[in-house]
């Protein structure tokens, strides 16, 4: 079965400090993940996806496979990087002979809150 | 509007009570997923449209939770005889297809809360 794990509930850092935020999954098949960031009183929403290797609001996000990991970093925190951080896994689900589907499964999310 | 729309934002219920949340999904999204939040814990998949159909209701807990979509646009999920234990938020997402992994258009979420 597909887990994703953020060992952290809470981070706190100081403005212009460095982040890396923790995500571990497992997974049998071949993983893709994302980040999703949800701001103080604003909806869930998609942070950067693996596959697409890019760097958003100065976010990266290497998968490394051997150590089953997807850590999130920037070199520089800003205030407005303060909210919480869901890790999640995209693997395909067989329900039912011939059927199945996508499923996003979500780690428990880390709360980060930068210090001014 | 542009967004996933849900509603209500708030809802207060007494255990044993039936309760319904709406959901209206970005136009044009064929997929349409249902999640919920506990405190302190990320989205939990419930289940997922594909079209009018349900694709998969693996994540559904009981069979006091069913959802339904019709016209393979608006959602509505169903909680019958509702128990303090399903106080949540829940959320509902929409995406183009199913080609399509892992990017998630969320609503705002309808907290309920059961006493």
């Known amino acids: 079965a597909q887990r994703v794990t953020q060992p952290e509930k809470l981070l706190s850092v100081f403005k212009g400090a460095p982040v890396e935020l923790k995500c571990n999954y497992s997974?049998?098949?071949?993983?893709?993940l994302f980040w999703y960031v949800q701001y103080s009183r604003q909806r869930l929403q998609l942070l950067l996806r693996h596959i697409s290797r890019e760097s958003i609001k100065g976010f990266t996000a290497d998968l490394n496979k051997g150590e089953t990991s997807f850590h999130l970093k920037k070199p520089f925190a800003q205030e407005e990087d303060s909210a919480m951080y869901y890790c999640?896994?995209?693997?395909?689900?067989?329900?039912?002979?011939?059927?199945?589907?996508?499923?996003?499964?979500f780690g428990k999310g880390t709360k980060l809150s930068v210090i001014p | 509007g542009a967004g996933v729309s849900q509603t209500p934002s708030n809802k207060v219920t007494e255990k044993g009570k039936y309760v319904e949340l709406r959901c209206d999904p970005i136009?044009?999204?064929?997929?349409l997923y249902w999640y919920r939040q506990s405190l302190g814990q990320g989205p939990e998949f419930l289940i997922y449209f594909q079209g009018t159909g349900a694709a998969d209701d693996s994540g559904l807990p009981n069979d006091r939770f069913f959802a339904v979509r019709p016209e393979g646009s608006v959602s509505t999920l169903k909680i019958q005889r509702t128990e303090r234990g399903d106080s949540a938020v829940y959320l509902c997402?929409?995406?183009?297809?199913?080609?399509?992994?892992?990017?998630?258009?969320f609503g705002e979420g309808s907290r309920l809360t059961v006493l």
């Open positions: 999640a896994l995209s693997s395909w689900i067989n329900r039912y002979s011939g059927a199945g589907s996508y499923q996003l499964t």
């Open positions: 997974y049998s098949g071949s993983p893709e």
């Open positions: 136009s044009g999204h064929t997929a």
């Open positions: 997402a929409s995406s183009p297809g199913t080609a399509n992994t892992g990017e998630l258009f």
